[in-house]
């Protein structure tokens, strides 16, 4: 069995069009071809029985033959299959595009904060976890390249919120919704001031993009009584543009350490320590910005930040010292409460002028402010029922 597959409109043969031969009584499936470069196809060793054919070709509408019998004697040549061209309406027509979750450039690596879930309910100290070559300890301290001597910046300016003392609290309250992207600059340049430092990590956040009016609420739960929220609002017209944020978390630290040490050559050579400790801290952070487009030249901004932390703390150290035979000779226990606070604020002003072809000139003054107070209480108990107040502050 033979036949010819030609496209209606031009005339042309059509090759490798998909041909494929259905029994009629039950549009069974026989057997498949593709059609020659002549448009030509051919079945062989097909029983005898009814049958039709079907043309399909991309393009093109599905053509069925007319229904025919195959003999046991005479050949059959279905002749010319016409196919037509098929047309389709679309509505329209979405084209999405998604940025690259990490570039490589020549003197930074830059990190593009995605959609996923840790994107929008984390925070940027989670985030700072999946990015290779830093590291981010139970604690919330950042380290690069196992260093903890590391720069971060934000929007690419020094900032008291990232001093070594509160930027792993910082870190862990500002929600990665709120960023952009992340720049890891392993090797900074001198315009980076980068003396004594293994490398700096540059936060970019997100700037309000649209006209009008825009905020968002979040809020997220874990185990062991944590909690945080973060609200933000922002408003732009043609040339100002508004921002201001709020957060506040809790968390809670649990530290359970047993420590086992022998002294040489002493009377009582065993000394074991056991301390378990829990903390309560909370802490919040206030951020606003105006950015000022005075003329197509000349730009203001004015940003300023607050952070405050209260760190509540309790620590029971059990200390038992026995000699060879295990015989107790002093046994007691120490307990410290902490009170600590911490406030730190900051203001930023920046003005910057464009000039010529490619020219910039800034102004830049910023003011910061950090107060931080410990307050301790020690307490010792022994066996004999003795105890000991110490206060430091």
């Given at each position: ?289 105006a950015d000022w487009n005075i003329t ?86 022994s066996t004999d029922g003795s105890s ?6």
């Amino acid at each position: 069995m033979t036949g010819t597959v030609v496209a209606h409109d031009s005339g042309e043969a059509l090759g490798y069009a998909d041909v494929v031969l259905y029994r009629s009584a039950d549009s069974m499936f026989v057997a498949g071809t593709v059609s020659g470069t002549d448009g030509r196809f051919v079945f062989t060793s097909v029983a005898a029985g009814n049958y039709y054919v079907e043309c399909r070709f991309i393009g093109y509408s599905v053509t069925r033959s007319p229904a025919f019998r195959l003999g046991s004697q005479k050949p059959v040549d279905l002749g010319t299959l016409y196919m037509h061209p098929s047309f389709g309406h679309l509505d329209g027509v979405v084209v999405e595009g998604r940025r690259p979750a990490y570039v490589q450039h020549l003197d930074k690596r830059v990190f593009n904060v995605g959609t996923d879930l840790m994107s929008s309910s984390g925070s940027v100290s989670d985030l700072m976890r999946n990015i290779p070559s830093v590291t981010v300890d139970v604690d919330g301290k950042v380290s690069l390249r196992g260093s903890e001597n590391v720069t971060i910046l934000l929007d690419g300016k020094p900032s008291t919120l990232m001093s070594s003392r509160t930027r792993a609290d910082v870190l862990r309250q500002m929600p990665a919704a709120d960023i952009e992207r992340i720049e890891v600059i392993t090797n900074p340049s001198a315009a980076y001031k980068p003396d004594g430092v293994n490398g700096i990590i540059n936060i970019v956040r997100k700037t309000q993009g649209k006209a009008g009016l825009s905020g968002g609420l979040s809020a997220n739960v874990g185990t062991g009584g944590r909690k945080n929220a973060t609200a933000s609002a922002g408003f732009k017209t043609g040339r100002l543009n508004l921002f201001a944020s709020y957060g506040i978390r809790r968390d809670l630290y649990e530290t359970d350490i047993h420590d086992r040490r022998i002294r040489n050559g002493n009377a009582i050579p065993y000394v074991m320590q056991q301390t378990a400790a829990v903390a309560h801290p909370l802490s919040n952070i206030v951020r606003a910005s105006a950015d000022w487009n005075i003329t197509r030249n000349d730009r203001l901004q004015l940003s300023g930040g607050f952070n405050s932390r209260g760190f509540a703390r309790h620590d029971n150290i059990y200390n038992t010292e026995t000699d060879a035979n295990h015989n107790i000779g002093y046994q007691g226990r120490r307990c410290r409460d902490d009170d600590e606070s911490v406030k730190q604020w900051e203001v930023a002003t920046v003005y910057a002028h464009t000039f010529g072809r490619g020219h910039k000139l800034t102004v830049d003054y910023g003011y910061s402010s950090l107060e931080g107070q410990v307050d301790n209480r020690y307490s010792t108990f022994s066996t004999d029922g003795s105890s000991k107040d110490n206060t430091q502050i």
